[in-house]
């Protein structure tokens, strides 16, 4: 049975500034009126403290007290509206934390503006905001609001028109991670730059073996990338590639022994330093990190230069900080291959996103996803759709023969264009495919609006949780849109206000 959530007293709220003259301040204003009232209109917000409440208390050892309870649903309000607002906005946690100072309004969102202090989260506490809740409670925020969009008139929700759930826009992308080109020889030099880093942190703290300054490795490896970077790839500089490539092996053998060295000492003198016990484990998880991956990407290295032997794309490793990023072969210009997560993504005829999957590993073929994200709509939304809309990737015969059987419509786009030819002289069909080309710009309204170009966030489960608070900043972003858009149509009053909702 879930937790009661405790009532808490709210800190009296001056009124928002009355700004003049700037058009995109009062359009940014609305849209976040209108959030603010979705957010407590549709209980979503409630919802959200409910879920990380659970959470917390399941974690809790002690049982906790009515007062910390209650510090700690401010605390889950606050941590919702800063991560709804930030992935509005795409700044980092520094440059938000200073436009929280700044501005009025994003106090006001965020419920900071108390009448006798304003108390801004500093960056770590921002940090911490976003990590409130793992990806799949965060996915059940997102089903939460899916399911009351999906139960409610476009009266209760001051919408101009009905939410429409009855066609579906399916396709995939790649979520690109934020790492350089993965080329073999340079997943050594990050090796040996990581390692000779972290040495010259323990050897500033008075921990030091015996060996040359970790700045000469570094300028060692350096002069053997450039000297690298300048063979080509023609017959006669082949066997110069392989001769630098063998130094480059011998000089990350060597640093990776002086690593281990001062690894090891650390670990059994870190009371001597300055270090806290967790300040100096994090030193030896990263040397750790880097130790355990160094020796398959010298192997892999060797395998391709020097053996001349093809890796598989399952066994190639792309990055050492990035273990779960997969090589996805796109076949698109500009973009034939690309590294990264494949990314589902399910839209209504109104551009809000209804269902969304990060892959970990390789995902399947796109005729694969198809049915097993339509079962997650179903479940949701109560109902399945009338007609279900994709690419040619998505289309297979047994995907058209159970969507016949189940009544929905197939506009699946075929993969034989004699069979698209036949079927682009249906009036609906036609007007389906025509309107599955905006689910490629929708694509990059998620993409680039609201997770960021590229991603910040490292490993999968940060990436994952993102993926999620970006959907959820998109569709109540695309809600308030259409709010706004009602707002617009209906007539003024006679004394000349628009029925806004007042910002107090």
């Known amino acids: 049975m879930p937790s009661r959530i405790l009532p808490f007293p709210q800190d009296l709220r001056p009124r928002l500034p009355n700004v003049l003259g700037n058009v995109d301040y009062l359009a940014l204003r609305r849209q976040l009126e209108h959030i603010d009232a979705l957010l407590t209109d549709t209980g979503l917000e409630r919802f959200f403290v409910q879920v990380a409440l659970d959470a917390w208390l399941a974690r809790s050892k002690t049982v906790p007290s009515a007062a910390e309870q209650a510090r700690f649903q401010q605390r889950s309000c606050r941590a919702l509206r800063c991560n709804l607002l930030r992935s509005l906005v795409q700044d980092d946690f520094r440059g938000f934390s200073c436009q929280l100072a700044s501005s009025p309004l994003y106090q006001w969102f965020c419920h900071l503006d108390a009448v006798d202090r304003i108390r801004v989260p500093s960056k770590s506490e921002l940090q911490r905001f976003a990590q409130w809740l793992p990806a799949e409670p965060m996915r059940k925020v997102h089903e939460e609001l899916i399911r009351i969009i999906a139960s409610s008139d476009a009266r209760t929700l001051q919408l101009p028109k009905p939410v429409d759930l009855d066609a579906v826009f399916l396709d995939t992308t790649c979520i690109k991670a934020n790492i350089h080109f993965p080329i073999d020889w340079v997943l050594l030099r990050d090796g040996v730059r990581t390692l000779m880093k972290a040495t010259r942190l323990i050897r500033e703290q008075g921990l030091c073996k015996r060996m040359e300054s970790p700045e000469v490795f570094l300028r060692r490896m350096n002069s053997l990338c450039m000297e690298m970077s300048r063979r080509g790839r023609g017959n006669s500089s082949r066997k110069e590639r392989k ?72 066994a190639k490793m792309l990055s050492l900080y990035e273990q779960d990023v997969r090589v996805i072969v796109r076949g698109k210009a500009g973009a034939e291959v690309e590294f990264g997560n494949t990314l589902l993504v399910a839209e209504n005829s109104q551009g809000l996103i209804v269902d969304v999957e990060l892959f970990r590993e390789s995902a399947p073929a796109d005729s694969q996803l198809l049915f097993r994200s339509l079962a997650r709509l179903w479940s949701v939304a109560g109902k399945k759709p009338e007609a279900v809309v994709t690419d040619r990737g998505f289309s297979s015969q047994s995907n058209s023969d159970k969507l016949k059987e189940g009544g929905t419509f197939d506009g699946t786009c075929p993969r034989k264009p004699a069979e698209l030819k036949r079927r682009m002289k249906s009036g609906k069909f036609a007007a389906m495919q025509k309107r599955r080309a905006q689910t490629e710009g929708r694509i990059g309204v998620l993409k680039n609006g609201f997770l960021g170009a590229p991603m910040r966030a490292e490993g999968f489960e940060h990436r994952e949780r993102a993926v999620m608070w970006g959907v959820l900043t998109h569709n109540l972003w695309v809600l308030a849109r259409m709010r706004v858009a009602k707002e617009e149509k209906t007539p003024k009053r006679r004394d000349g206000g628009s029925g806004l909702r007042k910002a107090a």
């Open 243 to 314: 001769r630098v490539l063998r130094l480059m092996k011998k000089l990350t053998a060597v640093v990776r022994d002086h690593a281990r060295r001062h690894r090891d000492m650390l670990d059994a003198n870190w009371a001597k330093t300055k270090w806290t016990r967790p300040q100096a484990q994090q030193v030896l998880r990263r040397i750790d990190q880097i130790l355990e991956l160094l020796p398959k990407a010298m192997k892999q290295a060797h395998e391709r230069i020097i053996g001349e032997r093809p890796v598989p794309n399952a």
